[in-house]
């Protein structure tokens, strides 16, 4: 990686597939906050897709508006295939970089899109899916989000599902999930999941953020904790507030285990910042803090692209 110069990037969450098909626009150009000619600009682009499911779709409706969101995908895909790849594996990933496209990895922002069955989950493994989010902010019928103040951990389904996400090769993202359903997760599984856009409660008491011991955790694991740009999570969105949670995150051993998850389309930005190209800005001034090139990377690539090979 150059100095100065951000020139690969993966990203662990974004909700820009859902308001493409809420919008009914192409991913190739537009005027969100990603779209698949802005990301040309780095030579290597990954990028994980969310199917995001608002907390007022349940039952069958959920799990037909995920299928819709995820057939919007495969369709783009189609029409824009010298721009992009839905990659399934650490070599599909390769492949895709190599040839110049965005690798694409899906996955679904909330276990609502399972309307209840069990039998959803290998329909979206089957799909290519990678990641479940397990609850957007409210409740449902795997558990409860960190916005609804319920202090209760996984339902029995919750519990359920958890061990059928592994059987069928999908990792658990608890972004979202309140802090007893994150431990239940750690309890009923060795095995290891993520926080794809969460940063730091000890750096502003947010309920959506980690504790340390939580981030402790995930680390011990070898999974993967995404830093957004989401500034009331952040507590000050500029790139000065975004470094400390960086930081903090680096002494407490993360440095192979904070990525990003930047949550463009599904959190508001300054004007200033556009969107995806921000994060060269972000690169070069995070270089201007004098932090190692080889981090810089990881932060920005090799840490998330190193997961994903090991899946």
């Given at each position: 990686?150059?100095?100065?110069?951000?020139?690969?990037l993966f990203?662990l969450?974004c909700?820009?597939?859902?308001e493409c098909?809420?919008r009914?626009?192409?991913?190739d150009?537009n005027d969100?906050?990603i779209d698949l000619?802005?990301?040309?600009r780095y030579d290597a682009?990954?990028?994980?897709f969310?199917?995001w499911?608002?907390?007022t779709v349940?039952?069958?409706a959920?799990?037909?508006?995920?299928?819709s969101?995820l057939d919007l995908?495969?369709?783009?895909?189609?029409?824009y295939?010298g721009?992009?790849?839905l990659?399934h594996?650490g070599e599909?990933?390769?492949r895709a970089?190599?040839?110049g496209c965005?690798?694409?990895?899906?996955?679904?922002e909330?276990?609502?899109?399972?309307?209840?069955?069990?039998e959803?989950i290998?329909?979206?493994?089957q799909r290519?899916?990678k990641?479940?989010?397990?609850?957007?902010?409210g409740e449902?019928?795997?558990?409860?989000?960190s916005?609804?103040?319920e202090s209760?951990g996984?339902k029995?389904?919750?519990?359920?599902?958890v061990?059928?996400?592994k059987?069928?090769?999908?990792v658990?993202?608890v972004?979202?999930?309140?802090?007893?359903?994150f431990?239940d997760?750690?309890?009923?599984?060795?095995?290891?999941?993520?926080?794809?856009?969460s940063?730091?409660?000890a750096l502003?008491?947010?309920?959506?953020n980690?504790?340390?011991?939580?981030?402790a955790?995930i680390?011990?694991?070898?999974?993967?904790?995404?830093?957004?740009?989401?500034g009331?999570?952040?507590g000050?969105q500029?790139f000065?507030?975004?470094?400390r949670?960086?930081y903090h995150?680096?002494?407490?051993?993360?440095?192979?285990?904070?990525?990003?998850g930047c949550?463009?389309d599904?959190?508001?930005?300054p004007?200033?910042?556009g969107?995806?190209?921000v994060m060269?800005r972000?690169y070069?001034f995070l270089c201007r803090k004098n932090?190692?090139a080889?981090?810089l990377?990881?932060?920005f690539?090799?840490?998330s692209?190193?997961?994903f090979?090991r899946?």
């Amino acid at each position: 990686m150059k100095r100065g110069i951000c020139v690969r990037l993966f990203d662990l969450h974004c909700d820009t597939l859902y308001e493409c098909w809420k919008r009914k626009i192409p991913l190739d150009v537009n005027d969100l906050h990603i779209d698949l000619e802005r990301g040309r600009r780095y030579d290597a682009w990954a990028q994980v897709f969310a199917v995001w499911m608002p907390d007022t779709v349940r039952g069958e409706a959920a799990w037909r508006q995920c299928e819709s969101i995820l057939d919007l995908a495969v369709s783009q895909t189609e029409q824009y295939a010298g721009k992009m790849r839905l990659v399934h594996s650490g070599e599909e990933i390769d492949r895709a970089l190599t040839a110049g496209c965005c690798a694409a990895v899906l996955a679904v922002e909330g276990g609502s899109a399972l309307a209840g069955r069990l039998e959803h989950i290998q329909a979206l493994a089957q799909r290519g899916v990678k990641i479940l989010t397990l609850t957007w902010n409210g409740e449902n019928e795997l558990g409860y989000g960190s916005g609804c103040g319920e202090s209760s951990g996984l339902k029995p389904f919750g519990r359920e599902a958890v061990l059928e996400l592994k059987r069928w090769g999908i990792v658990p993202d608890v972004s979202h999930l309140n802090e007893r359903g994150f431990w239940d997760i750690a309890e009923l599984t060795e095995g290891v999941f993520i926080a794809s856009h969460s940063v730091s409660a000890a750096l502003c008491d947010h309920p959506r953020n980690l504790k340390d011991e939580q981030f402790a955790l995930i680390r011990d694991r070898g999974g993967l904790v995404g830093l957004n740009l989401c500034g009331s999570q952040l507590g000050e969105q500029s790139f000065e507030q975004l470094e400390r949670h960086f930081y903090h995150y680096l002494s407490l051993g993360g440095e192979r285990t904070v990525a990003f998850g930047c949550d463009f389309d599904g959190t508001d930005l300054p004007p200033e910042w556009g969107g995806i190209q921000v994060m060269e800005r972000l690169y070069d001034f995070l270089c201007r803090k004098n932090y190692d090139a080889v981090c810089l990377d990881r932060l920005f690539f090799s840490n998330s692209n190193d997961f994903f090979h090991r899946l």
